[in-house]
C-alpha cells in the first residue's frame, strides 16, 4: 500500500484494522518458501512415532484426566498437539519477528503506509497463529489416522489449540520487543524446551513432587495440555475447561497490549 492524498484525507480504521493486510504480506512471501514452514510440522510427529508409538509398547497405560487408565500414546498425542501450536506460533513470533524489527527495517518502512504499530502487532500475531493452526490441524489428521481420537469432542481440539497459538503468539512477539541481539533468544529455548518436557507432556502430574506440580501447574503448556487432552479422549470433560481457556484469553489480550505498545515506543521514537 501507498500514502496518496485520499489516504491522508480520509479517516484512519481503529487499531489493528488493517491487520490483515500484513497476514497477506507474509502469506505471499512465504508461498515460496513454503517448506520452511512445513518442515517444523515433523519434530512432534517424530516425538509421536518413537516415544508414543514406541515406549508406548513398554509402558502400556497411565492415569488420564478423569484417573481412569488411557493408552499410552492417546495420553501423549494431544499434549504434542498443544506443543505443535505452541512451536508454530513461537517460531513465528520471535525470531522472524526480531529480524523484520532490528535487521530489515521492515515495520519501519509500513509505517509509511497506512499501518500504524497496533495493526503491525495484530497483524505479525495473527500470522503466527496461523502458523500454530496449520502445525495443530496437520498432526490432528495424523492422529485421526493412527487411531488416537476417542471421542467427537475432539472437533473442538482444533479451535482450542488456535487459541493456545493465539496466546504463545502474543507472548512470544511481546518478549521479542524486549530482545537486544540473537544470543538472548537462549532464553525463548530456555523457557521453552522445559516447559516442553515436563507440563505433562509425556507423563502425569502425580508422578512430580508437590513443589514441582506447582510449578508445572503455572505454565501455559500446561493449561493447553489440559484443554485439548480431554477432549481427544473424551475423558475430563467438564467446567474447568472453561477456566484453561479463559487462561489463554487473558494470556493473548496482556501479550497483544504489551506488544502493541513495545512497537508504538520502538518504531515511533
Do not use: C
Amino acid at each position: 500500500m501507498t500514502v496518496n492524498l485520499a489516504t491522508r484525507t480520509t479517516p484512519m480504521p481503529l487499531a489493528g484494522g488493517l491487520a490483515w493486510r500484513l497476514v497477506e504480506r507474509n502469506l505471499l512471501v512465504y508461498r515460496r518458501i513454503w517448506l520452511l514452514i512445513v518442515s517444523g510440522f515433523f519434530e512432534p510427529v517424530f516425538y509421536l512415532l518413537s516415544l508414543g508409538v514406541g515406549i508406548g509398547a513398554l509402558v502400556g497405560t497411565v492415569a488420564g484426566p478423569d484417573g481412569r487408565a488411557i493408552e499410552y500414546t492417546a495420553f501423549v498425542a494431544p499434549a504434542l498437539l498443544a506443543a505443535s501450536a505452541m512451536n508454530g506460533a513461537v517460531y513465528d513470533s520471535t525470531m522472524n519477528v526480531f529480524f523484520k524489527l532490528k535487521y530489515a527495517k521492515t515495520y519501519d518502512a509500513m509505517l509509511s503506509t497506512p499501518l500504524g504499530p497496533a495493526d503491525i502487532a495484530v497483524g505479525e500475531i495473527l500470522w503466527a497463529q496461523l502458523r500454530g493452526t496449520l502445525y495443530s490441524a496437520t498432526f490432528l489428521l495424523v492422529m485421526a489416522a493412527l487411531g488416537l481420537i476417542d471421542s467427537w469432542w475432539a472437533l473442538l481440539a482444533l479451535p482450542a489449540t488456535m487459541l493456545i497459538g493465539l496466546a504463545f503468539a502474543a507472548v512470544g512477539m511481546a518478549a521479542t520487543s524486549f530482545m537486544r541481539g540473537w544470543q538472548d533468544f537462549e532464553f525463548v529455548q530456555l523457557a521453552i524446551l522445559p516447559m516442553f518436557l515436563f507440563s505433562t507432556t509425556f507423563f502425569p502430574l502425580s508422578v512430580y513432587p508437590r513443589p514441582l506440580q506447582l510449578v508445572v501447574q503455572l505454565t501455559p503448556l500446561f493449561h493447553g495440555i489440559e484443554l485439548v487432552r480431554p477432549l481427544t479422549t473424551g475423558a475430563g470433560i467438564g467446567i474447568g475447561l472453561l477456566g484453561h481457556a479463559l487462561y489463554f484469553v487473558g494470556l493473548a489480550a496482556i501479550g497483544l497490549a504489551v506488544t502493541a505498545r513495545r512497537l508504538e515506543k520502538l518504531l515511533l521514537k
